[in-house]
């Protein structure tokens, strides 16, 4: 009888756990619409931004550039920015871009490279810390962020401008999730200082444009906001991957559980009946003794 008891106290546990991914699953789902509108809204400000970037870069990319545009003619520091969310319970969201940043940073160690990481958002963090925790220089925290917003985004860029500016690295790239559907979240890694136009970003065509003030003095304005154009674009689609995940990761999770109650089910019945055909055979075998 005890083992009924078990069988019943699990099937009643796992109906619990059923109602509770069942609800994060809808919580995602209403989260996640609003989270795909912000990352869809961005993607042509944030495209055509990464344009007229290109063309300014392609013209006055030589003597006298900013330094966020050509560099200081060294990689040998490397700063990672591994952006991942706050909260876990989205499949692999956090751990393939984790994955894709300790690759990264395996291969810069390996090539004699200096290393360091500022993580944004704790499950980023936990991640990484086992094998790169002695290279984290900082951590972002935005468990208590309802909503991102640019202003966000610009408190990471003026943390990393500041120290570029103090020559602390030579190369930042950030690290994060493209959002593509509910299904496909793409760990993608983009280079922010020096200026690197995005795969598939494209200069504005063979028109000429005349500028003022000058190209040079337009980049030095307009590069640091590339650089907190790109971290808020990758801040959102962060967030609507996220969400994505984890209202997949939450729907295979209600679906096992069901099938495991199901399961559970049967296994129960099959117990009790068992029980019951012992106490059948019990009563009638002393029922024939008298």
Not at 31 to 54: G, W
Request: charged share 25%; hydrophobic share 45%; proline share 2%.
């Amino acid at each position: 009888m005890a083992n009924l008891k078990v069988l019943k106290n699990r099937i009643a546990s796992v109906k619990s756990t059923r109602k509770i991914t069942k609800a994060m699953q809808m919580v995602a789902a209403a989260k996640l619409r609003r989270a795909q509108e912000a990352a869809e809204m961005s993607r042509p400000y944030t495209e055509r931004f990464n344009a007229v970037m290109a063309g300014l870069a392609s013209t006055a990319g030589g003597e006298g550039a900013p330094k966020l545009l050509s560099g200081t003619g060294s990689d040998n520091v490397q700063l990672l920015v591994v952006m991942t969310s706050e909260r876990g319970l989205c499949g692999g969201f956090n751990g393939n871009i984790a994955k894709k940043a300790k690759a990264h940073a395996a291969d810069l160690l390996a090539a004699g490279k200096t290393v360091k990481i500022i993580t944004v958002g704790k499950k980023g963090r936990d991640a990484m810390k086992r094998d790169f925790g002695d290279y984290f220089i900082a951590h972002v925290d935005l468990s208590e962020v309802k909503r991102i917003g640019y202003d966000n985004a610009q408190d990471i860029a003026r943390d990393i401008l500041g120290r570029f500016d103090a020559a602390e690295f030579d190369v930042a790239t950030i690290f994060y999730a493209k959002f593509v559907n509910v299904v496909t979240q793409i760990p993608t890694a983009q280079q922010i200082i020096p200026f690197e136009a995005p795969e598939g970003a494209e200069a504005d065509d063979g028109t000429l444009y005349d500028y003022e003030p000058s190209e040079e003095a337009i980049l030095a304005d307009l590069l640091p906001r590339a650089v907190a154009t790109q971290i808020f674009a990758a801040l959102l689609e962060n967030g609507a991957s996220e969400q994505g995940a984890r209202m997949s990761a939450m729907d295979n999770a209600t679906r096992n559980a069901g099938e495991m109650i199901d399961k559970l089910t049967i296994q129960y019945n099959r117990s009790r009946q068992a029980v019951i055909t012992n106490e059948l055979i019990e009563i009638i075998s002393g029922a024939e003794a008298l």
